[in-house]
């Protein structure tokens, strides 16, 4: 059985800070640091090597956050040019017939996304998302807030919690389980069902609740269309090449099926032409100025926005192996691993207690901020779980699955639901607060669906 540290027991008691900083909605980024600090100084017993840690987690930190902050940043760049030019008011106007009321712009809202991430995975379909559909949901009425809750649960919860097309979860899942992919996705799906389902509901009836009672937890939106651009021919063949040019690129990324950073690097590589077209559609000759001036506000929007998030990665990506080791040396354990393997070897299993052990460690693995992290553990752990209580493998790891990405994929913690938050401009803290009652609803239908197949 895995013996706890000191440094074990300061990560945790870190943890615990952070998540009562958070109730209290004060700054989470002074504990960070402090338990970036304390961590390696019981690690390496070197106050020298622990405030190198700091500024190395930082490093490392950025260094994988880099393409999020990068394809934000070109995104509200490319996402401004549009709106100058006009083509933005062309584009939306024909959606509005579909987006008719706020609720029912919810709903449609979350279907789409979940379509859309099933294909492409989550990050990917929200670039396109916030193009395209999400300026036509906002002028309906329906609140930032709401917008963002429909992209969080439908597209990285929902979808990517079965990932049933590209198969990159179940296929690490089944892998550490020791079953085939199509069994596992075969046997889990109605555990999925459920998750998805309940959840989905619980989040309308929390909107409709919350639009009732007129608290929607952010300043309200303009609903009409703005027309402040001046319309011409350009306006016309940009609103005609964005949703062309992202269509061509769906397409790409099934036929050679793209996935994860290739299909990113796509969208990435067509936001910037895109923004080089708006600007010579508006500016001529003058674009060659004022693309800096595009970029400069791309970019100062996407730092803002992660400048918070990559001192807090920093410390959560102690709790992984690899990263860990990067910034504390080659001696250093995942603490977040040993911790849930901890937990697996002191508390008395049977069925019940073993199903739920494996929506802890997935939901505690998945504080990372990586939904994909704690998928080893969880998968192998089921085998273990298994051979002690005779409970079904796949009931055990689905549920772990859908623990780990639920939370850490981008639906409960404040450091991985950014993306969504940036774009939409609402409150990470905010919208992770709006997600939880729906997504733990979801959590406790589904664990008594699950023991009822184990």
């Known amino acids: 059985m895995v013996t706890l540290t000191p440094s074990h027991w300061i990560f945790i008691a870190t943890i615990l800070v952070i998540l009562i900083t958070m109730l209290l909605r004060k700054d989470i980024l002074i504990p960070c640091i402090a338990g970036i600090f304390f961590t390696a100084l019981a690690t390496t017993n070197s106050a020298i090597k622990a405030v190198q840690a700091i500024y190395r987690s930082l490093i490392i ?59 492409l995975w989550a990050s990917p379909a929200l670039s396109l998302l916030s193009t395209m559909v999400v300026p036509a949901v906002l002028k309906t009425g329906l609140s ?31 892998s550490a389980a020791g079953v085939p992919v199509a069994t596992f996705m075969r046997e889990s799906f109605l555990l ?3 998750m998805s ?9 929390y909107i409709w609740l919350a639009w009732k009672k007129g608290k929607t937890n952010e300043e309200p939106h303009d609903q009409q269309i703005s027309r402040d651009a001046k319309i011409s021919r350009a306006s016309y063949f940009i609103a005609l090449f964005t949703p062309t040019a992202f269509l061509f690129d769906i397409v790409l990324m099934m036929a050679l099926r793209l996935k994860g950073q290739s299909s990113e690097l796509l969208i990435g590589g067509t936001a910037v032409i ?38 807090i990665t920093g410390f959560f990506l102690l709790g992984n192996q690899d990263t860990a080791r990067e910034i504390l040396g080659k001696g250093a354990h995942g603490l977040l691993v040993d911790v849930s393997k901890y937990l697996s070897g002191i508390i008395p299993l049977n069925k019940q207690t073993a199903a739920l052990m494996q929506v802890a460690i997935g939901a505690f693995t998945g504080l990372s901020g990586s939904g994909f992290a704690g998928l080893p553990l969880v998968g192998s752990l089921s085998r273990t779980f298994h ?42 803290v905010q919208l992770v607060k709006n997600n939880l009652i729906p997504v733990i609803i979801g959590f406790i239908a589904t664990f008594i669906v699950a023991t009822l197949l184990l």
């Open 144 to 174: 930032r807030m709401s917008t963002a809750m429909a992209i969080n649960i439908f597209g990285f919860g929902i979808a990517m919690s079965g990932d049933f097309f590209l198969q990159g979860a179940p296929s690490i899942t089944a």
């Open 197 to 205: 389902s309940v959840t989905a509901i619980a989040s309308f009836i």
């Open 192 to 194: 999925w069902l459920t």
């Open 387 to 428: 051979s002690i209580t005779q409970g079904n493998t796949v009931t055990l790891a689905a549920l772990g699955q859908l623990a780990s990405i639920w939370v850490g994929n981008g639906t409960l913690v404040p450091w991985s639901v950014i993306a969504v938050s940036g774009l939409l401009k609402v409150d990470s």
């Open 274 to 311: 895109i923004l080089i077209l708006s600007l010579i559609a508006q500016y001529k000759w003058q674009s060659l100025l004022k693309v800096t001036d595009y970029i400069k506000e791309g970019f100062t929007t996407s730092i803002k926005i992660f400048a918070p998030v990559i001192v």
């Open 61 to 119: 930190s950025g260094e994988q956050l880099w393409s999020i902050i990068l394809i934000i940043a070109l995104i509200v760049a490319m996402a401004e040019a549009i709106r100058d030019t006009g083509a933005d008011y062309i584009m939306t106007k024909p959606l509005l017939k579909y987006f008719e009321r706020p609720l029912f712009s919810y709903a449609l809202l979350g279907a789409f996304t979940m379509v859309i991430s099933l294909f």
